[in-house]
């Protein structure tokens, strides 16, 4: 029998790094190669469906929730640094918080979720959404509201059903077209002229996405950790090198 191709889990984290480190690039020392932040819409939808498959494959919640805290800590002075041009910016939260509050939102649906009540379930959930996404815009985490949204999703719609699939799609193309929103460029197609929302490309990251079936591929603790740093680093060293120009 063929064996199917797959992406694993270490793979999607490695492309979601690279498609970051481009948007990063872009904004920070390249900023008239717009390809660069074209790609990197992929990276944040990624990153949240990621967040959700280790909600659901972790050993231990509080010790995940715990190591994102950790980290959403240690990245928001390089955050600050890299985002806006100073040591301390307090109108703008790193990404790892949206995840955190996202991942708060589904332990919380879950706890409710395994009592088997239903109707306190979908009240839990409806709470916990707007919560979440109130928390995020408030918050002013990266991404906002929308952002934690984007985990409900990978949430609500996990699992390869066709009907999941179509949400995924039609939710995305919601938060990132309708919700976020921003530039939109023309392109020329087959002689037709189309509008593309550059958030909207966004999309394209259910690709890799819908390539992973599961497989764990490369795991350690090294590995594990530099992912983790790999967020903090790139944007000091991109900070620094912002004030030093």
Not at 72 to 101: C, K, R
Not at 118 to 141: D, I, R
């Amino acid at each position: 029998m063929k064996k199917q191709f797959d992406l694993s889990a270490a793979a999607l984290h490695i492309l979601a790094m690279a498609f970051m480190l481009l948007d990063h690039l872009w904004a920070t020392l390249f900023l008239s190669q717009e390809w660069m932040t074209c790609v990197g819409r992929l990276a944040f939808p990624i990153f949240a469906f990621m967040a959700v498959e280790g909600y659901f494959h972790t050993h231990s919640f509080k010790k995940y929730a715990q190591r994102m805290l950790i980290f959403a800590l240690l990245s928001e002075i390089p955050f600050d640094l890299m985002y806006g041009g100073t040591w301390f910016y307090p109108v703008h939260q790193n990404v790892i918080w949206t995840l955190l509050i996202g991942l708060l939102g589904i332990r919380a649906m879950e706890a409710v979720r395994e009592k088997g009540k239903t109707w306190l379930y979908l009240l839990t959930c409806v709470a916990v959404t707007v919560l979440g996404f109130a928390l995020g815009t408030l918050g002013m985490v990266d991404y906002y509201g929308m952002g934690v949204l984007t985990v409900f999703v990978f949430y609500f719609l996990r699992g390869r059903e066709w009907w999941k699939l179509l949400g995924q799609i039609a939710a995305l193309y919601w938060i990132n077209v309708s919700l976020i929103g921003g530039q939109i460029f023309p392109i020329e197609l087959f002689g037709l002229e189309f509008e593309v929302c550059e958030q909207g490309l966004a999309l394209l990251s259910l690709v890799p996405i819908w390539l992973y079936r599961g497989r764990q591929g490369h795991h350690s603790k090294a590995f594990q950790y530099a992912c983790y740093a790999f967020y903090p680093v790139h944007m000091l060293i991109l900070g620094l090198i912002q004030l030093s120009l």
